[in-house]
């Protein structure tokens, strides 16, 4: 490209010394002309100079003395006067006039050559652009399908691979089952212990080397639970990777998944009853029906997760992790929430009554029609949480934070250790319920209301 340009930059240079060039041979020849007039005006054969012609004519006549017819000579001489300067000017104009048209016509035609040249250059330029940029797309195109067919491929074999896996998995895990007789054998025996062992073992490799593939994983959750691995044999799933596993409706009751991953799996009316979840991860997990009723869900990781409907009656969720949860209709009742993390979670038309909420941190929750009855709210940080239309009755209060929560509707009758300085740091406080005598410390009537 740079060559490309200094080459068009010489050109231009050549073609203007070729027209500076002839306009100074023009003009010094012009000169030396105007110079060598004055002698040229001395040379007659020239011309310069004045010229004058003679002209004789011969006539007859009589003579009348003698009466003889007699020639006469008639000599006539015409001068013309020398050149003028304007008469030079039209003379010398003419040819330089030709000279500069020659001249105009010549850098004409060279722009014209180098006009057609470089849009000649141009087109070139641009064709072999368009077929690079033809190439390059039939490249890509030839690479993304290759790419395709070997994503097809690998997917092809990964499922061969992964169907072997289960199948090998299913085949010696029946014979460990049946050849040791582990349902007969009580829960103390060494034998049984180590055979659940090697069990364990299996299963915990089979997951991780399923990787992403769910609906296997559900598959061997649910062999397990058919073969009574999980109710009758507690088989131990701790720190099982269980992300992405399709086991929705699956019974796990009582089963130990503690620290178990469970990343985006399906568990949509999942029984999970009584099981041990302590530090599961369920983030994006889908929840919705699930029963937790007196599960251990102790610092579980419930953020993102889906768990609309999801019952979780007297089960423990102290430390749990549920911040920005959906936990709309979720049954808390009498669960343990202490210290627990809601902050922006979805707890609309939830109940929490008699819940334990001890220092938990609702931070801008949305708790719109929630139940909270009788609840344990000691501590709890209601900082801009939405407490419309929540039933707080027999409620404790106990240091509780409620500054800027929206109290617009939420029924406070007999709460209790709440005070006044904690409701008026409220927004809407003057439009909650609350008894007669609180009306009274709050210096309001009850007709306001």
């Not at 002839?22 to 040229?40: D, H, Q, R, T, W």
């Not at 105009?104 to 000649?120: P, T």
């Not at 609840?375 to 509780?400: H, Q």
Request: charged letters at 20%; hydrophobic letters at 40%.
């Amino acid at each position: 490209m740079i060559m490309g340009n200094i080459s068009n930059i010489i050109q231009i240079f050549q073609a203007k010394r070729q027209q500076i060039v002839l306009s100074m041979v023009v003009f010094a020849s012009i000169i030396i002309f105007m110079l060598l007039l004055p002698k040229l005006y001395q040379i007659d054969w020239i011309g310069f100079g004045p010229v004058s012609d003679i002209l004789i004519s011969e006539e007859e006549a009589i003579n009348f003395k003698t009466g003889e017819i007699v020639t006469l000579h008639k000599i006539t001489r015409q001068i013309k006067s020398a050149k003028k300067l304007w008469d030079w000017l039209a003379l010398l104009g003419i040819p330089v006039l030709l000279v500069i048209l020659g001249t105009q016509f010549q850098s004409n035609e060279k722009k014209l050559a180098e006009e057609k040249a470089k849009a000649e250059k141009e087109r070139i330029d641009e064709q072999v652009q368009a077929e690079k940029e033809r190439a390059d797309e039939q490249a890509q195109t030839e690479k993304e399908r290759a790419d395709e067919q070997a994503k097809a491929e690998k997917e092809k074999t990964t499922n061969i691979l992964n169907e072997e896996a289960l199948q090998g998995y299913i085949d010696r895990m029946s014979e460990l089952l049946l050849d040791k007789n582990l349902k007969s054998l009580s829960p103390q025996d060494a034998l049984r212990e180590a055979a659940l062992d090697v069990a364990r073992a299996r299963t915990l490799s089979v997951l991780r080397r399923l990787d992403v593939d769910g609906e296997r994983k559900g598959s061997i959750i649910r062999f397990l639970i058919d073969a009574e691995f999980i109710n009758q044999l507690q088989l131990d799933l701790s720190y099982a990777k269980l992300s992405g596993a399709d086991m929705n409706g699956a019974n796990l009751s009582g089963a130990n998944f503690y620290g178990a991953n469970f990343y985006g799996a399906n568990l949509n009316n999942a029984k999970l009853s009584g099981a041990n979840l302590s530090g599961a991860n369920f983030y994006g997990a889908k929840l919705s029906g699930a029963n937790f009723y007196g599960a251990d869900l102790s610092g579980a990781k419930l953020s993102g997760a889906k768990l609309s409907g999801a019952n979780f009656y007297g089960a423990d969720l102290s430390r749990a992790y549920l911040s920005g949860a959906n936990l709309n209709g979720a049954n808390f009742y009498s669960a343990n929430l202490s210290s627990a993390n809601l902050s922006s979670a979805n707890l609309c038309f939830a109940n929490l009554s008699g819940a334990n909420l001890c220092f938990a941190n609702l931070f801008s929750a949305y708790l719109s029609s929630a139940k909270l009855n009788g609840a344990n709210l000691s501590g709890a940080n209601f900082f801009s949480a939405n407490l419309s239309d929540t039933k707080l009755s027999g409620a404790d209060f106990s240091g509780t934070k409620l500054s800027n929560a929206n109290l617009s509707g939420a029924n406070l009758i007999e709460a209790k250790n709440l005070t006044p300085e904690q409701i008026k740091q409220a927004k809407n406080w003057e439009k909650a319920v609350y008894t007669p005598d609180f009306y009274k410390q709050l210096y309001l009537e009850e007709d306001i209301i």
